[in-house]
């Protein structure tokens, strides 16, 4: 595809880049609290992309993201707590590093299953390191989790006392997974990912090999998780096993891409523009009235989406965003 | 010999379906391979398919052992089969279907699509490109899949009942199709189960029965042979031809 000052004169070029210069300018006059959210909002999205490579394109079901999270989160904390490394080190690297092995790891045990048995078995590999983190105490603290040490405003620390610089990473991250999903779908990969996911005999049989396919969607899906670690520890400050190796936060994953349309690009962002204000919103209404009733008006949410658009709103939203282009000005090739 | 088999043997639990065959194939010749139902075909093909490992036995391909590979690695090696079922991407567009098959030869997008749209011109699909797999009714399901084994450039084609249940102008239509993979010296196995079809087509035929060879040779050889009129071709059959 080729980028000229002429594809901005068309819908199809412009809106995108409306979208985005509003995305840009929006902590300029944003309140605190709905930059948070907007923020939880971003970096959701780019978590629910990284699974989507996996759980969506080629179909297998992970319910393991969570340890690949939970080792940028601690490859980051940890190691700036002992040596006083970065995090974009300790965190991206060696975190990364770490949920690549782990997801070689997980795919040589996991993708001989299939379907349901496959899930199973990564849900497996989230807890075993979930409890792993526990119990190791002397070097992680269990479970009364580790604060990040405090550095001011550094970028080399990625710690900053606004959220803007937040914001903008996140923004980062988000533009970051579409960009490498896109990639993935425009390449043999990614048409590889779609034929396993239809049917992995017929594809083998014409020269696909599934386990190396999968187990590369599963290490890009790994290394981009665990980066996700990273932001959110150094964006939370505090961390403990059982949420960032927690299984619902494997589920909250999962659950972005599905709402919002498994194996496409903007599906994951859907998901998690939904999901996300949805679930901060009902938080900030009811959770202080009745405990839990926020809870039963998300899974309402979920449970909605899931009925009537049970292929995710992608499809839905796509065929309304070409309608809306139709009324723009300027014309399509 | 483009292929050759050597005491080849396969067992499930108790029934032993494949029991020490051995055949081989000629470059550039078309195959039959007939026989009752459950006489071992389909899992001959499995097996030289990668599909199943034999239990024992030798296979070569251009004189090298490719017994025991996987499914994947044997369609690298140059043999491509077919599904008695045919097993497209359902989801997928035709084109992009066989597209699939081009990226076994290159990691290029536009000379897989290149690749895939010259080959399905070839078996009659090119009008059809960017209809849904599931869409198509059986015959071009069938199409599709030679169409999809036939971009993974294969020098051995094995096609599982291509013409079951096929009328007879769209029979005439594969026939045809057939011939002319033949022409493009690809060689072609073929499990067939419309006699006329298989011994019209192949020069060569191999009758399979509890899963070993009872007999092989041209088709008239086969066609008067006692032990397949016996075991397959029937009594009626020897009637019909009489007359």
Known sequence: MKISVKSFTRPRGYVPLIGLIFLLILPLFLPTYFLHIMITMLFFAFVGEAWNIVGGYAGQLSLGNAAFFGLGAYGAVLFTHYYNISPWVGGVLIGGAAAIVLSVMTGLACFRLRGPYFAISTLAIGEVMRLVFLNQRKFTFGAEGVTVPYKGNSLLYLQFVSKAPYYYIALALMLLGMYVTWKIEKSRLGHYLVAINQNQDAAEAVGVNSMRTKQIALSVSAFLTAMGGTFYAQYIYFIDPNFVFGLGLSIEFALIAIVGGVGTVMGPVIGSFLLRPAMEFTNAFLGATYTGVHLIAYGGLLIAVVMLKPEGLMGWLGGLYEWFLKWLPGKEK | ?243
Do not use: W
């Open chain 2, 1 to 243: 010999m483009l292929l050759e088999v050597q005491n080849l043997n396969k067992k499930f639990g108790g029934l032993q379906a494949v029991n020490g065959l051995a055949f081989g194939a000629e470059e550039g010749e078309i195959l039959g391979l007939i026989g009752p139902n459950g006489a071992g075909k389909t899992t001959v093909f499995n097996l030289i398919s990668g599909v199943y490992t034999p239990d024992s036995g030798v296979i070569r391909f251009q004189g090298k052992n490719i017994t025991g590979l996987k499914s994947y690695q044997i369609c690298i090696k140059g043999i491509c089969r077919t599904f008695q079922i045919a097993q497209p991407f359902r989801e997928m567009t035709v084109v992009k279907n066989v597209i699939t098959g081009a990226f076994s030869r290159t990691a290029d997008v536009e000379e897989a699509k290149r690749k895939a749209e010259e080959v399905l011109n070839f078996v009659g699909l090119g009008g059809k490109k960017e209809i849904l797999a599931k869409e198509l009714t059986a015959i071009d399901q069938r199409r599709l899949e030679v169409a999809r084994a036939l971009a993974t450039d294969p020098r051995l084609l094995l096609l599982d009942e291509t013409m079951a249940g096929l009328n007879p102008k769209e029979c005439d239509e594969a026939v045809s199709l057939i011939n002319k993979i033949r022409d493009k010296g690809i060689t072609v196995i073929m499990v067939e189960h419309v006699v006329k079809v298989i011994m019209s087509l192949s020069q060569r035929i191999i009758v399979l029965d509890y899963g070993t060879k009872i007999a092989e040779g041209k088709a008239e050889e086969i066609r008067s042979n006692e032990n397949v009129i016996k075991a397959y071709l029937g009594e009626e059959y020897r009637r019909a031809i009489r007359q």
